[in-house]
């Protein structure tokens, strides 16, 4: 995922409120097992028609459901959970694996594996989502004219969702995307994939609003998190990121009209063997022409660099950078205060800040 990085962490003024969407499944909710559907934890029988039965009947429920998929290993092609529902309250409880098809060629060109669309106040909680990429990854690097890849789980034009202790492994393309929601909680997830591995980006956000990403761990080789237009009011915190790309504010500016990106917070967050990344150009030349970037703080940030120019600000020329804080930042580079690069950026720096300011 190709994007402006911005490692950010704005200034308390920015901060927002956001009332989420709890489920607690209580006595009174109908319970539905992919077992009594016909799904077999063997890893080996396909049980993507129970998998969508147990939701047809929780959907069609007018109490709270509950989807329970026990321990096990359950192989699945795509499923789509259509909405929407006659209720406000579903579980998707994962206790054990669900394993895409080994061939990437069966949900290669579907674009989503688990896909969640038009649905009010669903929570999945816990077990493993296994996508097998490692097949298309070795397709796409020996250049054979291989399809995109299918993103793991999506939650599309959906309100009041929660992603609590998820793990994802190994997707195709995207781990997890965000697209067209509001007030999203995703919470306790661990995403990983091989470091090599092209556009598995962990969570993409895009066209969303509310969203929320706690107490996680993610490293795909690229962006942990990827940023896309439209979304705002964006909260991450306590995030340990890499190895990869960071958190990414992009692709921007694709389009001549184009929503924008605004109110994103990055707070206690940590980078580890993370890189800026630019495909088929050393500097990323011109990847910010038509897109305007202002008030953007960054705040205690401290680590060191693995290159001599840490902060790197190369605005455009016709929308410069306005209204950049840099407060309390210091990074080095081999021990030694490390360098800022500054083009049509303005600003402030204020607090002992190294590298040394060009703003």
Known sequence: MAGLQLPMIPHPITLFFIVFFAFSP????????VLSYGAKPDGKTDS????????????????????????????LGQVRFQGPCKNRAILLRIDGTLVAPSDYKVIGNAKNWLIFEHVNGVTVSGGTLDGQGAGLWSCKNSGNGCPRGATSLEFTNSNNIAITGLASLNSQLFHIVINGCQNVKVQGVKVSAAGNSPNTDGIHVQSSTGVTILNSRIGTGDDCVSIGPGTSSLWIENVACGPG??????????ESQEAGVQNVTVKTATFTESQNYCPGEKNCPGQVSGVKISDVTYQDIHGSSATEVAVKFDCSKKYPCTGIKLEDVKLTYKNQPAEASCSNAGGVASGLVQPTSCL
């Open 26 to 33: 209580s006595a009174k909710a109908a319970q539905f097992s």
């Open 48 to 75: 993507t028609k129970a998998f969508a039965a147990a939701w047809a009947h929780a959907c069609a429920s007018t109490q709270p459901a509950t989807i329970s998929v026990p321990k096990g290993s359950f192989s």
């Open 245 to 254: 790309h960071g958190i990414s504010i992009g692709s921007l500016g694709k």
